[in-house]
Nanobody, 120 residues
């Protein structure tokens, strides 16, 4: 009922930048939280950054390098990633939590992911 589509992944050299975007669509009444997670090969999925009511949160390893921003009118969230490191290589997933239209309750939706590869 809610679809998330990520874009902006790719291959970049260490020290470079990428900007990820995620657009939510469907039966959305409101979105409370939008977030980015990542999963590297052989590792568990981890929360990278989130934004809720204007409050942002980052995992320690990306603080000062990544910035999450949201366009509420477009149900879109971005992740600006600067000073990328090889250890940032992972599949990045968008997540959104909110409420559906017509009083159908909450939703917690995921995108299919976008690959980010940082070469040394």
């Amino acid at each position: 009922q809610v679809q998330l589509v990520e874009s902006g992944g790719g291959l970049v050299q260490a020290g470079g930048s990428l900007r990820l975007s995620c657009a939510a669509s469907g039966s959305i009444f409101s979105i409370n939280t939008m977030a980015w997670y990542r999963q590297a090969p052989g590792k568990q999925r981890e929360l990278v950054a989130s934004t809720t009511g204007g409050i942002t949160n980052y995992v320690d390893s990306v603080k000062g390098r990544f910035t999450i921003s949201r366009e509420n009118a477009k149900n879109t969230v971005h992740l600006q990633m600067n000073s990328l490191k090889p250890e940032d290589t992972a599949i990045y997933y968008c997540n959104a939590q909110g409420r559906l239209t017509m009083f159908r309750g909450p939703f917690d939706s995921w995108g299919k992911g976008t690959q980010v590869t940082v070469s040394s």
